[in-house]
């Protein structure tokens, strides 16, 4: 059964770089048939997808985060990763990672989430 | 991109059937049909209900069906049970090669 779970620290400054990585277990990231994204949700309101890679290493991202946005995958440890520069209480949110069907492109496995809180 | 467009809220009493439809454009819902639904309960992680515009995963109920229409989808839950009482969120693949969800809709089992 596939697994993903999200890891980073919870509470990051204004200004500074958000970083959130994805470890997936009972599967290979490094697949032709998968995406792997990352979904955020700001206390009460909805999902917002920020961007997905494939296993070759091509990016896509939302155009409203894109030019503060990195996402990148590291097969050796089953493993895709998250940067958000230049944050803000509005990047305040549960950080999903999830999978998607290629080239069906819907998500069927998701992480539990992890909430990244911006204060100082 | 803009998000899809959803209803903020709809309700049904139980045995009933309601419908949550998703409005988007001829970039997105339009273009393909590769419209998802997915279901979340207060503190979960979305669950994915409907892929295609109407394909249902194994292990969810023959009670949630999906359907298209130009550039609204929609998704049908009939013989509602408390137990659907959720969130449900709209997602479509777009020709920019992205993803974008639409707002949510809350469901209240009345």
């Known amino acids: 059964q596939l697994q993903l779970q999200e890891s980073g620290p919870g509470l990051v400054k204004p200004s500074e770089t958000l970083s959130l990585t994805c470890t997936v277990s009972?599967?290979?990231?490094?697949?032709?048939?998968?995406?792997w994204g990352w979904i955020r949700q700001p206390p009460g309101k909805g999902l917002e997808w920020i961007g997905s890679?494939?296993?070759?290493?091509?990016?896509y991202y939302t155009p409203s985060l894109k030019s503060r946005v990195t996402i990148s995958v590291d097969t050796s440890k089953n493993q895709f990763s998250l940067k958000l520069s230049s944050v803000t209480a509005a990047d305040t949110a549960v950080y999903y990672c999830?999978?998607?069907?290629?080239?069906?492109?819907?998500?069927?496995?998701w992480g539990q989430g992890t909430l990244v809180t911006v204060s100082s | 991109q803009s998000a899809l467009t959803q209803p903020a809220s709809v309700s049904g009493s139980p045995g009933q059937s309601i419908t949550i439809s998703c409005t988007g454009t001829?970039?997105?819902?339009?273009?393909?049909?590769?419209v998802s639904w997915y279901q979340q309960h207060p503190g979960k992680a979305p669950k994915l209900m409907i892929s295609?515009?109407?394909n249902r995963p194994s292990g969810v109920s023959n009670r949630f069906s999906g359907s298209k229409s130009g550039n609204t989808a929609s998704l049908i839950i009939s013989g509602l049970q408390a137990e659907d009482e959720a969130d449900y969120y709209c997602?479509?693949?777009?020709?920019?090669?992205?993803?974008?969800f639409g707002g949510g809709t809350k469901l209240t089992v009345l």
């Open positions: 999830a999978k998607a069907v290629r080239p069906r492109y819907y998500f069927d496995y």
């Open positions: 009972g599967g290979s990231i490094n697949s032709r048939s998968y995406y």
């Open positions: 890679i494939y296993y070759s290493g091509s990016t």
């Open positions: 001829s970039s997105d819902v339009g273009d393909y049909n590769y």
């Open positions: 295609e515009v109407s």
């Open positions: 997602t479509s693949y777009t020709s920019s090669s992205t993803w974008v």
